[in-house]
């Protein structure tokens, strides 16, 4: 069977900030056949993430130790996690009408011939398209980021850069059940009452405002930083090194700051590291994809008790994916976002 088939599609390698224009809607037409001696599946996309990480995938490399890292050709569909349902199935583990998640394309149906990594959705009495999101590779590495790198405990004080993001909320949230005090950091006032009055963020800041990081921190931290959960970079975490406490730790997630620049942003306060004896350390929710289970069990019951709440911002259609995509570097989302692609 012949179906149309609508895909958004990199045009050219992005240079500095994205564009809608380095991305093109195209229609085509897509078989539904599942070639004879594979272990495919034929899904019908529900929702996109549109995830930060995805920007160094647009820039050309030469080589990339990480697969999944590794550059789109211009020309090609953008690949990257989501929602799905299966329409067809060659593989035992999956069967048709099951929900799953994982890597997908930017279109409307997909031909998947290499299932690792895919995973069926358990549970369906929460929406579909938290698995793009809190109960995703943005949920999983915000729990495996707090909890494996951060080592808090009761009375710690916890910092999040961008905080109102799709791992940050998660983060402030996780801490608070440590009994930490919490502080984060977010681009807008919207996005900073957000944090305090639904997240319950012990306090946040615009740290646009003033452009005075360094007095901000120092206002919002007198006592220090015992944890900082880096989700920015650049001049951010070079700031954040000044402010930390001694045998502070430092779990560093993203640096969304960096990913449209030719040059990063040197660091230059890295001594703070031995003088104040502390553990920074990078990591990709990717290592830790059999902690999935575990994550989903603690999880899912604290959204049903609605202990663990989080934000989307979902931009209908891919249509408007390329805008939903670009905003992302300009701090227009509010929440995770997410491209929804079809409601079933």
Same mark, same amino acid.
């Given at each position: 069977?012949?179906?149309?088939?609508?895909?958004?599609?990199?045009?050219? %390698?992005?240079?500095?900030?994205?564009?809608?224009?380095?991305?093109?809607?195209?229609?085509?037409?897509?078989?539904?056949?599942?070639?004879?001696?594979?272990?495919?599946?034929?899904?019908?996309?529900? #929702?996109?993430?549109?995830?930060?990480?995805?920007?160094?995938?647009?820039?050309?490399?030469?080589?990339?130790?990480?697969?999944?890292?590794?550059?789109?050709?211009?020309?090609?569909? /953008?690949?990257?996690?989501?929602?799905?349902?299966?329409?067809?199935?060659?593989?035992?583990?999956?069967?048709?009408?099951?929900?799953?998640?994982?890597?997908?394309?930017?279109?409307? %149906?997909?031909?998947?011939?290499?299932?690792?990594?895919?995973?069926? /959705?358990? #549970?369906?009495?929460?929406?579909?398209?938290?698995?793009?999101? /809190?109960?995703?590779?943005?949920?999983?590495?915000?729990?495996?980021?707090?909890?494996?790198?951060?080592?808090?405990?009761?009375?710690?004080?916890?910092?999040?850069?961008?905080?109102?993001?799709?791992?940050?909320?998660?983060?402030?949230?996780?801490?608070?059940?440590?009994?930490?005090?919490?502080?984060?950091?977010?681009?807008?006032?919207?996005?900073?009452? =957000?944090?305090?009055?639904?997240?319950?963020?012990?306090?946040?800041?615009? %740290?646009?405002?003033?452009?005075?990081?360094?007095?901000?921190?120092?206002?919002?931290?007198?006592?220090?930083?015992?944890? #900082?959960?880096?989700?920015?970079?650049?001049?951010?975490?070079?700031?954040?090194?000044?402010?930390?406490?001694?045998?502070?730790?430092?779990?560093?997630?993203?640096?969304?700051?960096?990913?449209?620049?030719?040059?990063?942003?040197?660091?230059?306060?890295?001594?703070?590291?031995?003088?104040?004896?502390?553990?920074?350390?990078?990591?990709?929710?990717?290592?830790?994809?059999?902690?999935?289970?575990? %994550?989903?069990?603690?999880?899912?019951?604290?959204?049903?008790?609605?202990?663990?709440?989080?934000?989307?911002? /979902?931009?209908?259609? =891919?249509?408007?994916?390329?805008?939903?995509?670009?905003?992302? #570097?300009?701090?227009?989302?509010?929440?995770?976002?997410?491209?929804?692609?079809?409601?079933?």
């Amino acid at each position: 069977m012949m179906l149309g088939n609508k895909q958004v599609v990199l045009k050219n %390698y992005v240079e500095g900030y994205p564009k809608e224009s380095d991305f093109e809607l195209r229609s085509s037409m897509i078989s539904s056949h599942i070639p004879q001696g594979s272990k495919g599946l034929f899904v019908k996309n529900l #929702y996109l993430a549109c995830d930060p990480y995805m920007r160094h995938r647009m820039s050309r490399h030469e080589s990339d130790d990480v697969p999944l890292l590794a550059s789109f050709n211009p020309g090609s569909v /953008i690949i990257g996690l989501g929602v799905a349902k299966v329409i067809k199935s060659a593989d035992a583990d999956f069967e048709e009408g099951d929900y799953i998640w994982g890597m997908t394309a930017w279109e409307d %149906y997909t031909l998947i011939l290499n299932t690792n990594g895919l995973f069926n /959705i358990k #549970y369906t009495d929460v929406p579909l398209s938290y698995y793009a999101g /809190i109960l995703g590779m943005p949920g999983l590495a915000a729990y495996i980021g707090f909890n494996n790198l951060c080592s808090a405990k009761e009375g710690d004080v916890v910092y999040v850069s961008s905080a109102a993001g799709g791992v940050g909320q998660l983060v402030g949230q996780f801490a608070k059940m440590k009994g930490c005090y919490v502080i984060g950091s977010a681009s807008t006032d919207e996005k900073v009452h =957000l944090l305090k009055s639904q997240l319950g963020f012990d306090d946040a800041f615009n %740290y646009k405002q003033g452009n005075d990081l360094a007095g901000a921190l120092k206002r919002y931290f007198p006592k220090g930083i015992d944890v #900082y959960f880096e989700n920015v970079g650049g001049n951010m975490l070079d700031e954040v090194l000044l402010h930390m406490n001694l045998y502070g730790r430092i779990a560093v997630s993203g640096m969304i700051s960096q990913y449209n620049l030719k040059k990063p942003d040197g660091i230059h306060n890295l001594f703070c590291l031995i003088s104040k004896r502390l553990q920074m350390e990078g990591f990709s929710e990717f290592d830790f994809r059999h902690k999935v289970p575990e %994550y989903l069990e603690f999880a899912i019951q604290l959204i049903r008790e609605k202990k663990l709440l989080y934000v989307e911002d /979902i931009a209908e259609g =891919l249509e408007n994916a390329a805008s939903a995509f670009v905003g992302i #570097y300009h701090g227009r989302n509010i929440g995770k976002q997410i491209i929804q692609v079809s409601t079933d």
